[in-house]
C-alpha cells in the first residue's frame, strides 16, 4: 500500500516559481492552504483540499472566492490560540492518515515562527510521520532510525546533522566526506555541519536520539 502525501503551503516566505515547480513535479493526494499560503492557490488557479487559518492575512477577495467553492473544507481559528497554524495544519494532515507531509513557505524572515515550524518535524516523527520542510535552498527531516541519502536525489551539495536531543548515540557516516564510526553527538557542537556526500549514496546511522537532516544548495 502507497503511503499517502500532503502537501501543505504556509504563510512564510512562499517563493512562487520553487513552489509552482515543486508542485508541478512532486504528487499530492491532499492539499493544505494555511492562511497566507492561500494568496498563492487563489494567484495560481489552484483549489486547495483544506483551508486553515485565522485569515488576518489574506486578502478579502481570496477569501470570498474559496467560500464560494463548496469542495473545499475549511478550518477556522482565531488568533488567541495555543498552536500556530501550521501546527494545526500538521495535526489535520496527520489525524487523517497521511504518512509523509511536505512544508513550503515555512521559513522567512520570522525565525520564532521558522524554529516553531522545525519542531513540527519532532511532533511527526513521534507519530511515526515524516515531514520534510523546504524552500529553494534547504531540505530539512528529522530522523531517529537510518537514512539513506543517494547522490543521484540529495538536495544541493551539503549535509548537516544537528542534534535536537541532548545527544545522539551510535552515530555512524557512511559515504561521506567525514565519517563517523558508532560517535555520541551532542547539542552545542556544530561538528555535523556542511558535510558531503562522496560516494553513491550515503547511509547515517544511529542508536538512540534524534537527528535534524539538512541538505543544502550553496
Not at 23 to 39: C, H, M, N, R, T
Not at 111 to 127: N, P, R, W
Not at 167 to 172: E, H, S
Request: glycine share 8%.
Amino acid at each position: 500500500m502507497e503511503m499517502k502525501r500532503a502537501v501543505i503551503l504556509t504563510g512564510g516566505r512562499i517563493e512562487e516559481s520553487f513552489c509552482l515547480e515543486y508542485l508541478e513535479k512532486q504528487p499530492f493526494d491532499f492539499y493544505i492552504a494555511v492562511d497566507s499560503g492561500l494568496q498563492f492557490f487563489y494567484k495560481n488557479h489552484l483549489n486547495p483540499d483544506l483551508i486553515v487559518g485565522d485569515f488576518d492575512s489574506v486578502s478579502g477577495e481570496a477569501l470570498h472566492y474559496f467560500e464560494r467553492q463548496k469542495e473545499v473544507k475549511w478550518l477556522r481559528l482565531i488568533p488567541e490560540k495555543d498552536d500556530t497554524d501550521t501546527e494545526c495544519a500538521v495535526r489535520q494532515a496527520v489525524l487523517q492518515g497521511y504518512g509523509q507531509i511536505h512544508i513550503l513557505g515555512g521559513t522567512g524572515s520570522r525565525l520564532d515562527h521558522m524554529m516553531a515550524t522545525v519542531g513540527l518535524l519532532g511532533m511527526a516523527l513521534e507519530e511515526n510521520v515524516e515531514i520534510l520542510l523546504l524552500d529553494s535552498h534547504n531540505r530539512a527531516r528529522m530522523i531517529d532510525h537510518k537514512l539513506v541519502i543517494t547522490k543521484k536525489e540529495q538536495y544541493g551539495n551539503y549535509v548537516s546533522l544537528l542534534p535536537v536531543t541532548p545527544k545522539v548515540t551510535g552515530v555512524t557516516l557512511k559515504g561521506m566526506k567525514y565519517p563517523l564510526s558508532d560517535y555520541t553527538m551532542v547539542s552545542y557542537k556544530s561538528l555535523g555541519v556542511s558535510n558531503e556526500i562522496v560516494e553513491d549514496a550515503a547511509e547515517i546511522y544511529l542508536k538512540d536520539g534524534a537527528l535534524l537532516v539538512v541538505e543544502s544548495k550553496d
